[in-house]
Nanobody, 119 residues
C-alpha cells in the first residue's frame, strides 16, 4: 500500500510561482520511486483530469504542451518526495493538482491540493 500526500498548493497571482510536494509512504525508502512511475495530474472545475507531467524511475520526464518550459518535475529518493515547480503561472493553471504513482499491479492517488491563479 502506497500513501500519497500533496502539499504546497495555494493562491498566487498570474506570473507567480508555487512548488508542490508529494510525500510518498507505505513501502521501504527508495522502493516507491524505483518501481513506480510518478506523475502530477490536474483537474479544473468542470473539466476532465489531465496529465501534467511524469517522471520514470530512470529520471525520464515528460510534460504536457500547456506546461512545458514553465513546470519542472523532480523527485528526492532519499525523502520519498515528488515535486512540481510551477513558474510563470497562468489563470488557466487553476485546478486541483493530484500526485499519482503508477506501480506494479496498482495505481495510487493523493487527495489533491488546490492551486488558484488570479489575474
Amino acid at each position: 500500500q502506497v500513501h500519497l500526500v500533496e502539499s504546497g498548493g495555494g493562491s498566487v497571482q498570474a506570473g507567480g510561482s508555487l512548488k508542490l510536494s508529494c510525500a510518498a509512504s507505505g513501502w521501504s525508502s527508495g522502493w516507491i520511486f524505483s518501481r513506480c512511475k510518478m506523475a502530477w495530474h490536474r483537474q479544473a472545475l468542470g473539466k476532465e483530469r489531465e496529465l501534467v507531467s511524469s517522471i520514470n524511475s530512470d529520471g525520464t520526464t515528460k510534460y504536457s504542451d500547456t506546461v512545458k518550459g514553465r513546470f519542472t518535475i523532480s523527485q528526492d529518493n532519499a525523502k520519498n518526495t515528488l515535486y512540481l515547480q510551477m513558474n510563470s503561472l497562468k489563470t488557466e493553471d487553476t485546478a486541483v493538482y493530484y500526485c499519482a504513482a503508477d506501480c506494479p499491479a496498482h495505481n495510487y492517488w493523493g487527495q489533491g491540493t488546490q492551486v488558484t491563479v488570479s489575474s
